[in-house]
């Protein structure tokens, strides 16, 4: 018969192995006696290398120095302190690098000698979670404020080109024109920079189609290969048979161009680039750098040059508005921040790899594009816009006074008969109250109990004759419309407000 003992002994081993977490056991002086499969590995030691050491070994060095005095002091004091609680520490790996543990230490006693057990808890995956859900809200919390910025402007730069433009047909002499062409120019400038902001907020006005990403990066390297010159080294390695994308194919290429030129800044004296396509697939194995990233097939561009590297400060701040580590005058932060706005917004995201001195890779992940939504590919052939549609009363509402009053001219200099309305709530009522209109011209954000898509969704089921046309500061419009209305961009010019209106005003 087996001695019970023996039993025990053989089950407590079982279980001490067994275990997820990592065990260590260790004397007053902190020596290892015994460590489980699972310390083993944590701390990347071969199995039984563990005991004999001293749990000094496994600790950042700071830590370590004072360990024996915090020891020194329970055992003469009785101190319980951690004994019996858990906290968050570093350990230390064989090869010296750190990683975050929850620890928790017992006390026992045998044959008038204390012996401690510690419980470690890897917290790697725990703190990665973390800092992709930081990255996540801080990034929509930039999102949203640039996104109301840009709306702002918008709404500004609509009244200074919409004014300029009337003035240009009122204004004689060359050194009148001279300046309002200065200006207008100046004005155009300004509604570029906010296109830009919104690509970031992810409410960019995107054009997208079923793709092949290997011709766009042939297309993108076509013209790179000119701009960066003999000192670079570019390989380009395409996966066959890639599956198709949904992207906007511009802004796909600006993104790949930022990219490519940032590379060729870090690598001032030259070096290699390369470019690599294939189909990833992100699961619970593969954990991505934000938290809201959805698993499934991916199709990834991946980046590398050989420069300088970044340090984990600065990767951390890479995709944020504004940041940047070039000198005054050389950088303005927008770029790599587009680039993030413009991934998110099609369904996908970047990811970034870096080490000091060893270069960057950014990974680009695209959804992939379903079969039965590439056989289904728009027809874009654009259509003939006819000249003129006659004579039409189009409602104007807008809770911006300066941008109404705009458009109001705007419209009447076009031969429309026009009304306006500051809010939505008092364009329904107008419209009830029998005005006879041929087109809503609504702007979209406004106070009351109806935004412009509310109103445009009312005025649609109960006067179904009467066209709609909307229009944003934001690049697309909170209420995800677009798909269902035509939507004007603001700031448009006089000219795009014509062609829309004949369009819509005869049917297309």
Do not use: W
């Amino acid at each position: 018969m087996i001695d019970s003992s023996f039993q025990d002994a053989t089950l407590l081993g079982a279980v001490f192995d067994a275990a997820v977490d990592a065990i260590l056991v260790a004397d007053r002086a902190g020596m290892i006696a015994r460590a489980n499969t699972a310390a083993e590995d944590l701390f990347g030691y071969d199995v039984g290398r563990l005991a004999g050491l001293s749990v000094n070994d496994l600790m950042p060095d700071a830590v370590a120095l004072r360990h024996d005095g915090y020891m020194s002091h329970h055992l003469v004091t009785g101190d319980a302190r951690i004994i019996g609680t858990g906290r968050k520490v570093d350990g230390k790996r064989k090869d010296g690098t750190l990683f975050p543990l929850h620890i928790s230490v017992g006390r026992t006693d045998a044959e008038g000698e204390p012996i401690f057990i510690a419980i470690l808890h890897d917290l790697t995956g725990r703190r990665v979670i973390e800092d992709a859900l930081a990255q996540s809200q801080r990034m929509d919390a930039l999102g949203q404020m640039t996104g109301g910025i840009a709306h702002d402007f918008n709404n500004l730069l609509t009244v200074i080109i919409g004014n300029l433009e009337l003035l240009q047909s009122k204004v004689t002499g060359d050194d009148g024109q001279s300046m309002l062409a200065d200006a207008l120019e100046a004005a155009t400038m300004g509604a570029d920079l906010t296109a830009r902001l919104t690509v970031f907020s992810r409410h960019g006005d995107l054009q997208t189609e079923a793709f092949d990403l290997n011709q766009g990066c042939e297309r993108a390297l076509a013209i790179l290969k000119r701009t960066l010159g003999a000192d670079y080294q570019i390989y380009v390695d395409l996966a066959a048979d890639l599956p198709l994308i949904a992207v906007d194919p511009t802004q796909l290429q600006t993104a790949v161009v930022n990219l490519v030129l940032n590379a060729r800044d870090a690598m001032p004296d030259g070096g290699k680039l390369t470019l690599q396509t294939q189909v990833a697939v992100i699961d619970d194995t593969r954990m991505p750098q934000e938290a809201d990233v959805a698993q499934g097939a991916y199709v990834r561009l991946s980046i590398t040059d050989t420069g300088d590297g970044m340090p984990p400060d600065v990767q951390r701040r890479a995709f944020e508005l504004f940041f940047t580590t070039k000198p005054p005058g050389k950088g303005t932060g927008l770029g790599l921040a587009m680039v993030y706005g413009f991934l998110r917004q099609s369904g996908g995201y970047i990811t970034l790899q870096s080490h000091p001195g060893m270069g960057s890779t950014f990974a680009l992940y695209f959804p992939i594009l379903p079969d039965i939504a590439a056989r289904s590919v728009a027809d874009t052939t654009p259509r003939a816009v006819p000249l003129s549609c006659g004579d039409r009363t189009i409602l104007i509402v807008d809770d911006n006074p300066l941008v109404r009053s705009l458009s109001v001219r705007r419209i009447r200099a076009l031969g429309y008969r026009s009304f306006e309305a500051p809010d939505g709530d008092t364009a329904f009522a107008m419209l009830q109250s029998g005005l006879q209109v041929d087109l809503l011209f609504t702007d979209v954000v406004m106070p009351g109990m109806l935004s412009g898509y509310d109103l445009a969704i009312k005025v649609q089921e109960a006067f179904p004759t009467i066209k709609i046309l909307l229009t944003s500061g934001y690049a697309a419009n909170p209420d995800n419309s677009a798909s269902v209305f035509a939507i004007l961009q603001k700031p448009h010019g006089q000219a795009h407000l014509a062609e829309t209106l004949q369009s819509i005003l005869a049917g297309d």
